[in-house]
């Protein structure tokens, strides 16, 4: 009988170990995959790291590379932000393709695809997310990008405390102290993921950057959808986007910054800096709660049975009778949104010392209507 | 979303099979059920990285489970448990109803300062366990004392992690809640207290009882008064981390852990090498249920079974959206209320606060008191279990029969301040 129960003990023992060393090695291949992002054959004059802005990110997972493109002639610049969220992927993709095709004339633009890297090397436990989205480009290589997490990883930021008190006072959930977005402006010592929010909060006073968009995406049932939202400051800028995109039928929300919100980037970089702060969002049904199967299709498709039911019950904030809602839309959605920014942004000035010229802009309808976004990619 | 719907009764099926059939522990049962519902849904090769990556969901509840166990068995062990619940008996005996309700509120501290019935009913609950059963309350109905008291208190202010998770899922700013929680909460601990307890304890003889206190007074004289050191310990460094906030807070797992370490030296020998391993056996069957769960409802979120449980309760005509919300939110908690929260309460958030234009914070605050009941729902029934555990209930479910009357009222109360949100906060 005993012998039986050390057998048994054993066998357990033995499968356990198998369980951690499969899923471990699964989770240390996530936490050193490294994306290659092209800047060969681009047009990125500069790369430097985040910590050019807080020396103590240096070393730390949270020293994400800033791409800068530059133009000939001296202009105003504007800084956009993709991968806040690590599971709101058009958000990175938009920032990718957009530092590796586009053209700056007039002014600068600087583009950090990660802005949370460390949130991009693991997944939100009981999500059932997918780790990584995979893309064919025109040569017909493939390239591959995290799907990550909403949250700095623990691994370079644990314990939570119970309760998350930003610097405002305001009191939110433990686990947000890990959400980047609740961190601005941010603290030199702070958490690693305040400390990049220092980070940019100092680089945008630094480079008196012009313009900041934070791309983001939201559930389908969230009221902020398809939406820009914009810092009182910025809301000139925000509603002309608007004009022009309804003109090319894009239909786009627009939300003031709560101001009793505190710790988001449309609120508190445009309190801290004199840049205008906006933030992006559109609909994503592989984040949301309503969804069903759960996998790297519904991340690039956006096709959920949950999600079309949602819609027939009239609980979405966004037009889902298509049944989908394609990472090329959502990505194209944000491209073009920053194009129409920038040009409502130029038309502010009084004169164009300050204007940003950028050219090569990927067509909103073609990117909509592509099978692969890897066509947009090096 | 017939495959959901396949995959579904498939989980559910094995679990059943697995605990009531084979008699498996919970939490392999719920293993077995995760791992045949990735199978039969497709995961593939991403089942064993999914099935771990759960059980991280809970990780930190599970630290403060074991740590709080060792906290329980040290004081149990030092004598410091029988010296307090006899000091409490001689202070306040006069006043049974009194005493009743001031012994709820205790009960319900840990938990208000840690957003955790767990903490609640291990720490304070497992302290005031021999204090009810001397005043006259039997083992089933201290333990559905303590196990309500735990409801509570994780649902009273200033923490309540439940009201937090459907914060961050509908980006609300936790602020304002103190009064709707305070008005959720203590008038419902008065009133379920004393229809529990105090036919029990109404004709409490102190002079009657004395004889029955004499080995705990024996321990009083003993060791006087640093036989209480552990408790003060705990409270000065919950006051000192969760509420004063003076510093860095060094997390409940440590603050338990700390507190027992002083218990080492305030009573009876204690030998570490027993008290410990037999804390944590005595913690591990919760642990594996949080384990079980973790990986339950990561498989059920990636086969979709989840997006199919939310989708049918929103499906169902708006009229019964209140009844629904009621019955669905605390029977998901038996596999996690804090699960619940994020499954089901941020959907009927939505629903509440923006879709029907409701009061978001009164309406959160609502819906985070009706899945506190999760805590008493089987399998998982963190509050009941550990309360039949520290009360030497055997059957648990003869708390949760106990308990059906004030949870009853208690959903009711929620439902109310659910419907009538904007009333309630118009008081505010």
Redo the contacts between chains.
């Keep these: 009988m005993k012998k039986k129960g050390i057998l048994s003990t054993c066998i357990i023992l033995a499968i356990a170990i198998a369980?951690?060393a499969?899923?471990?090695n699964?989770?240390y291949q996530k936490r050193h995959f490294v994306e290659d992002i092209v800047t060969e054959g681009t047009n990125v004059t500069e790369v430097f790291k985040l910590s050019r802005y807080n020396k103590n990110l240096k070393g730390t997972v949270g020293d994400t590379k800033v791409y800068v493109i530059k133009g000939e002639e001296d202009g105003g610049s504007a800084l956009v932000l993709g991968g806040t969220h690590g599971n709101e992927p058009a958000g990175h993709m938009a920032a990718i393709i957009m530092l590796e095709q586009l053209k700056v004339t007039k002014g600068t633009l600087y583009i950090i695809p990660s802005i949370n890297a460390s949130g991009l090397t693991h997944?939100d436990?009981?999500?059932?997310?997918?780790?990584y989205m995979h893309f064919t480009t025109p040569s017909g290589e493939q390239r591959v990008f995290h799907y990550g997490s909403r949250a700095t990883n623990p691994i370079d930021q644990w314990?939570?405390?119970?309760?998350y008190?930003h610097t405002s006072g305001?009191?939110?959930?433990?686990?947000?102290t890990r959400?980047l977005n609740r961190c601005y402006p941010g603290i030199k010592y702070g958490t690693l993921s305040e400390q990049v929010a220092y980070a940019v909060t100092k680089m945008i006073n630094t480079e008196k950057i012009d313009m900041e968009i934070d791309l983001h995406e939201s559930s389908p049932?969230?009221?902020?959808n398809n939406a820009i939202v914009a810092h009182e400051r910025a809301m000139d800028v925000a509603v002309g986007a608007k004009v022009e995109l309804e003109d090319r039928e894009i239909g786009m929300r627009l939300e003031p910054s709560p101001v009793?919100?505190?710790g988001l980037t449309h609120r508190e970089l445009g309190d801290f800096t004199d840049t205008y702060a906006l933030l992006l969002e559109v609909g994503n049904p592989s984040q949301g709660?309503?969804?069903?199967?759960?996998?790297e299709k519904l991340v690039l498709t956006g096709e959920?049975?949950?999600y079309v039911?949602?819609y027939e019950?009239g609980?979405l904030y966004v037009d889902y009778s298509s049944g989908n809602f394609p990472l090329s839309l959502r990505v194209a959605r944000h491209i073009t949104t920053i194009d129409e920014l920038i040009a409502s942004y130029n038309n502010t000035l009084d004169d164009d010392g300050r204007a940003i010229q950028v050219e090569n802009w990927p067509d909103y309808e073609e990117m909509v209507n592509t099978d692969d976004l890897g066509l947009y990619l090096k | 979303?017939t495959?959901?719907v396949i995959t579904f009764v498939l989980m559910l099926g094995v679990f059943m099979v697995g605990c009531f059939a084979l008699k498996w522990p919970v939490g392999v049962s719920m293993m077995a059920a995760a791992v045949v519902g990735a199978i039969e849904?497709g995961l593939g090769t991403?089942t064993?990285?999914?099935?771990?990556?759960?059980?991280?969901?809970y990780v930190?509840t599970i630290l403060t489970i074991a740590s709080a166990m060792v906290f329980m068995k040290v004081i149990e062990d030092s004598g410091g448990l029988d010296a307090l619940s006899s000091l409490i008996i001689e202070k306040f005996h006069k006043v049974p109803a009194v005493l009743l309700i001031l012994i709820m509120f205790i009960i319900m501290f840990p938990g208000m300062?840690?957003?955790s019935s767990t903490a609640a009913v291990l720490s304070s609950g497992s302290i005031m366990a021999p204090v009810l059963m001397l005043m006259g309350c039997d083992a089933v109905t201290a333990g559905s004392i303590i196990a309500m008291g735990g409801l509570l208190g994780m649902i009273a202010p200033?923490?309540n992690?439940a009201a937090?998770?459907i914060?961050?899922?509908?980006?609300v700013?936790?602020?304002g809640f103190t009064g709707p929680l305070l008005l959720l909460t203590f008038p419902l601990a008065i009133v379920v207290v004393l229809l529990l307890g105090l036919r029990k304890v109404k004709n409490l003889d102190y002079e009657k009882l004395k004889p029955a206190l004499a080995k705990q007074d024996e321990i009083r004289k003993q060791y006087g008064f640093k036989i209480y050191l552990p408790f003060i310990a705990l409270v000065v460094l919950m006051i000192f981390f969760?509420v004063l906030?003076l510093t860095?807070?060094l997390?409940?797992p440590v603050i338990f852990l700390l507190s027992a370490a002083v218990g080492l030296f305030t009573g009876k020998k204690i030998n570490v090498l027993k008290t410990v391993p037999e804390a944590i056996r005595t913690a591990t069957p919760v642990m594996a249920i949080l384990m079980g769960v973790?990986m339950f409802?990561?498989?059920?979120?990636?086969?979709?079974v989840?997006?199919?449980i939310?989708?049918t309760c929103?499906?169902l005509p708006s009229v019964l959206w209140l009844i629904v919300a009621c019955t669905s939110i605390p029977l998901f908690g038996a596999v996690s209320s804090f699960?619940a929260c994020?499954?089901l309460g941020?959907?009927f958030a939505?629903?509440y606060a923006?879709?029907l234009g409701g009061n978001s914070v009164v309406v959160l605050a609502a819906i985070s008191l009706i899945a506190s009941v999760g805590d008493m729902m089987p399998p998982t029934a963190l509050a009941g279990l550990f309360a039949a555990q520290v009360t030497g209930v055997k059957k648990y479910t003869l708390i949760l029969k106990k308990c059906i009357i004030p949870i009853v009222i208690l959903l009711v109360w929620a439902a109310f301040f659910l419907a009538k949100s904007k009333l309630i906060a118009g008081l505010f």
């Excluded at chain 2, 409802?297 to 979709?304: D, F, L, N």
């Design positions: 369980f951690a499969i899923a471990g699964s989770f997944n436990p009981l999500e059932g997310s997918p780790q314990p939570d405390p119970d309760i008190t305001q009191s939110l959930s433990g686990s947000e959400n049932e969230y009221a902020v009793k919100l505190h709660r309503f969804r069903g199967y759960t996998d959920d049975p949950c039911k949602g019950l609980l | 979303m495959p959901y849904g991403e064993i990285r999914m099935m771990v990556e759960g059980e991280f969901g930190d300062i840690t957003g200033p923490v992690t937090l998770i914060c961050a899922g509908i980006d700013p936790y602020v969760k906030k860095e807070d997390g409940m973790g409802i990561e498989v059920m979120t990636a086969t979709g989840r997006g199919l939310v989708m929103l499906g699960g994020s499954v941020v959907p939505y629903i923006s879709f």
